[in-house]
């Protein structure tokens, strides 16, 4: 009987099945690295097959940059830049408006308070004026009941109430 021969295995070849063990064939004394597609290699599946060719097929474009739209399709803004500027305008707009109008009530407010402010001022002044008055007419008052009682020249009328 003769002796049991290993199976030959040809570079890029692949295994017919996946329970089939793979050999490694050394080359020149180095092992191939894992993962390392060999040319010639036959792809497991036919769609590997197909994504090969259509990457190798398609031509090598560079990525395109959000930023720089115009630049790309060669035209003017996009429609969505468009849009935002619009956005943006309209933004602004209601903005400056709310604040002028809050501005505007804001300082009619305080015109309003610095006239009620001017007014009761100047109530106050006069409350304050016509306090002093009366307080020297009461004093004026207390010094006449004073040389009044203090008197002795005249008639003692308390006795004849």
């Known amino acids: 009987m003769a002796a049991p021969r290993p199976p030959c295995v040809v570079p890029g070849e692949a295994s017919e099945s996946d329970s089939e063990p793979e050999l490694l064939v050394e080359t020149a004394g180095e092992a ?5 597609k060999v040319p010639g290699e036959a792809s497991e599946t036919d769609e590997e097959e197909e994504e090969e060719e259509e990457e190798q097929q398609r031509p090598k ?11 790309v399709w060669g035209g ?19 903005v400056g408006s709310a604040l002028r109008q809050s501005y505007g009530s804001a300082a009619r407010s305080l015109g309003g308070l ?5 007014r009761a001022q100047v109530t106050a002044a006069a409350a304050a004026h016509c306090l002093r008055l009366a307080r020297r007419d009461l004093r004026a008052v207390a010094d006449t009941i004073d040389i009044v009682t203090a008197c002795h020249l005249l008639p003692d009328i308390r006795g004849q109430l």
């Open 61 to 71: 474009t560079p990525p395109v940059l959000a930023e720089e739209p115009a630049a």
């Open 76 to 94: 003017g803004p996009s429609l969505l830049q468009q849009r935002l500027r619009e956005g943006t305008g309209r933004l602004r707009g209601a």
């Open 114 to 118: 610095g006239g009620a402010l001017g």
């Open 32 to 36: 191939p690295a894992a993962g390392l």
